[in-house]
């Protein structure tokens, strides 16, 4: 059996870790050169800390504190 892709196990987590408190994002970029998970945080959350493990299914995650996400207004159009 295949082992699963960083994007499946992403996938498998998000909902559950969107359902923390501060979390407002994953994804998926390099740490220390490998591709691990990113778990973006509003502000620090120890809920979050102690309910994420450093790594799943042989892929490393990393929280990362971030801010608010908001979506950007869409440019002018040009004229």
């Known amino acids: ?3 699963p892709t960083i994007e499946e196990v992403q996938e498998r987590y998000t909902t ?3 359902a923390l408190a ?3 994002g994953t994804g998926i970029g390099a740490c220390d050169g490998e591709p691990c998970i990113r778990v973006f945080l509003a502000r620090p ?3 979050a800390e102690e309910r994420i493990p450093p790594e799943v299914e042989g892929y490393r995650v990393e929280l990362e504190v971030t801010g608010e996400f908001r ?3 869409p440019p002018d ?3």
């Open 45 to 47: 959350s120890p809920e």
């Open 16 to 18: 559950e870790w969107m």
């Open 71 to 73: 979506p950007r207004s």
């Open 1 to 3: 059996m295949a082992e």
């Open 77 to 79: 159009p040009p004229d």
């Open 22 to 24: 501060g979390v407002v």
